[in-house]
Each structure stands twice: as C-alpha cells, then as structure tokens.
C-alpha cells in the first residue's frame, strides 16, 4: 500500500463531516471576507495570506470528513481548479483577481466547495425528497438564468446557460449539480460583494458579450470541472488500490 493510499483510506470522521456542513456558509463568508478589498483599504494591509493560511487549515481537516473517493477528488481538484483559475483569469481575463494574481486560496476553497456539494447531495433529506427536488431546482435555475438575461442583460449566462443545460441533460439532471450550482453562486456574490475579484463587463473585449458582476451562470464553468475530477478519480482509483476498498459506500458519481 502506497503513502498516497494510507492517506486516502483512514477512517472518515462523521464528527467533521457534521461540522463542514454546518460552518461552511459562515466559513465561507469570513475567509472572503478577511480578503475583502474593504479591509485592505480600511487598514492599508495585506491580508490574504491569513485567508490563505485559514482556508488550508480547514481544507485539510475537511479530509477527515470524507470517504477515501471524496478524498481523491478533493485532492485532485486542488491543483485542477488551479490550471483553471490560470486559464479564466490570467490568460482570458473573464475576471481579476483583487492583487491581478490567483490567491493561493482559491484552489483549495475550491476543493472544499466541491466536497461540501457532494456532502450535502448525500443528505438523507436530499436523497428522500430528490424526486421532488429536482422540478423545483429547474423552476429556479429557469427563474435565475431569465431574470439575469431579460433584466440584467448578462449575454454571457447565456452561453453559460446552455453549457449548464448540456451537463445537466448528458449527467440525467442529477441532484448535485444543482446543489453545486447553488452553492458556487453563494460564493460569486459573497467573493464579488467584498471586492475578492471582479467580472470583466465585456469579456473577451466582444463589445456585444456583456457580464454582471458575477454572471448568475457562472458555475457552469464549475460543473464542467466537476466532470474532469470525477473522470480522472475514476481512472485513478484502481491504481492506488481505491477500487475494493469495503468502506466505500457508495460509488463515484457518473463522470
């Protein structure tokens, strides 16, 4: 057995897994807001590696809230998410980052978000009620793109839109990309609110191509990521050993 397979096979504490579920909305909102352009400007101090540091400690002690897939996933994403941010951000400047750079953050908040959207789809309640669920999640995704599109005149959710619609359709409107959804337009309103990082208005310099701030359907770009990391977990979970492991429970979501 690898280092890589003791780390990801040790016994899951449900303990942390309670306090994930509980603290990430609060958590959320306090590291962003260490991070906020307000408190930088009020105290003329960088405080961004705090939130670094704080975001670190709580993506690692998320681990021990997780199954040995869940791990994987979360780990993987960490470096996965990074390329991405690089790619969005950097290179084509969809939106900038409060210093211009990515924050080291970023990539394991992330990881957390991505963890705390599989945590929550596993939910007893959620699994109940998923048939009544799912009719309610299309009426407020219809609500959200309509309104961002008709009143705030955000074209780019458009094309957003319709890479959320080609995910859902191809993953059969599986309940956790709606609750991912949801849970990354929590943290684009909170991140953009304190300043953290800001959507370029005409992205790609296309004068006709118009964002908010943030694009209500700026998780799409998430979801497709979602799709990368499961693909990846499961061509990687044989070689460490993951693939008759006992206390997996439950499988990987289909990628």
């Known amino acids: 057995m690898t280092l890589l397979t003791q780390l990801l096979t040790f016994e899951t504490s449900n303990a942390v897994k309670r306090f ?121 995704y219809c609500l959200l793109f309509g309104g961002a599109i008709l009143f705030l005149h955000d074209s780019l959710s458009i094309i957003f839109g319709l890479v959320f619609l080609w995910v859902l359709r191809r993953k059969g409107y599986q309940t956790m990309y709606f609750i991912m959804g949801l849970l990354v337009l929590f943290v684009e309103l909170t991140g953009t609110h304190w300043g953290c990082w800001a959507w370029t208005p005409h992205p790609f310099g296309q004068a006709w191509l118009h964002a908010t701030n943030p694009p209500v359907g700026a998780f799409a770009c998430y979801v497709l990521a979602d799709l990368g990391v499961m693909k990846l977990a499961r061509q990687w979970k044989p070689l460490l050993g993951l693939a008759n492991n006992h206390d997996d429970i439950t499988a990987l979501p289909t990628a």
């Open 20 to 140: 994930i579920l509980i603290t990430f909305f609060p958590f959320t909102a306090l590291v962003l807001g260490i991070d906020s352009l307000q408190l930088a400007t009020a105290y003329g101090i960088n405080t961004q590696p705090f939130a670094n540091l704080v975001i670190i400690s709580y993506f690692m002690l998320l681990l021990f809230g997780l199954r040995p897939e869940q791990r994987l996933m979360a780990m993987i994403f960490v470096p996965f998410s990074a390329i991405g941010e690089c790619i969005f951000s950097l290179v084509f400047g969809l939106y900038i980052y409060r210093l211009e750079m990515v924050p080291l953050y970023v990539p394991f908040g992330h990881g957390v978000l991505f963890s705390m959207g599989l945590l929550v789809a596993e939910l007893t309640i959620i699994q109940r009620y998923e048939t009544q669920l799912k009719p309610l999640f299309i009426s407020l």
